[in-house]
């Protein structure tokens, strides 16, 4: 009789069977729900720094054009690329632009550095200072505008363009 189960033995079993089939059901419950409650507290500025640590290739749209590459620089609302021809571009998180992961990468990203821009205003500020010819995606312009950047104000950007002219573009209608 050693060998024999009685019924009170199944019985047991199927209940332990049970009750652990819930707690793993309530756990993974659980689980789901913390990763849920986390996916919902993200900002782009999150998704920007995770895009630099992972390395993955992306492209950022604004307005019709797709602008590819792998995130070198995020901080506070700022989000540099790097295209597949060597260029650098500036792009500013926020509600005229969204993100779209093209290949995810194989291997680590970067980390972030502790030099470089601490937002999108002030890496305008630096181009600001080192005169640079640039090129500001604002859709609500339409063509992309190229020029100096000539001042950067608390609300505005003042570009130059080579054929003398001057555009005043809102700092919040700048995409990149």
Avoid: C, N
Wanted: aromatic share 4%; net charge negative.
């Amino acid at each position: 009789m050693d060998g024999d189960r009685s019924e009170f033995d199944e019985l047991g079993d199927e209940l332990r069977q049970a009750v652990g089939g819930e707690f793993r059901r309530t756990a993974e419950e659980d689980e789901f729900d913390a990763a849920k409650a986390h996916m919902r507290s993200r900002t782009l500025e999150h998704v920007g720094y995770e895009l630099l640590a992972r390395g993955d290739k992306v492209a950022v749209s604004v307005g019709g054009a797709a602008v590819p590459g792998v995130v070198v620089h995020a901080k506070g609302d700022l989000l540099a690329l790097e295209t597949p021809q060597g260029r650098r571009v500036d792009v500013r998180l926020g509600p005229l632009v969204a993100l779209h992961v093209v290949e995810r990468s194989a291997s680590g990203g970067r980390t972030r550095e502790q030099l470089g821009a601490e937002s999108f205003v002030a890496r305008l500020r630096e181009l600001e200072l080192e005169e640079a010819v640039v090129i500001v995606t604002a859709p609500t312009v339409g063509e992309p505008l190229a020029g100096i950047v000539g001042a950067v104000t608390a609300d505005h950007m003042l570009l130059r363009s080579d054929h003398g002219g001057v555009w005043y573009v809102p700092l919040g209608a700048i995409a990149g």
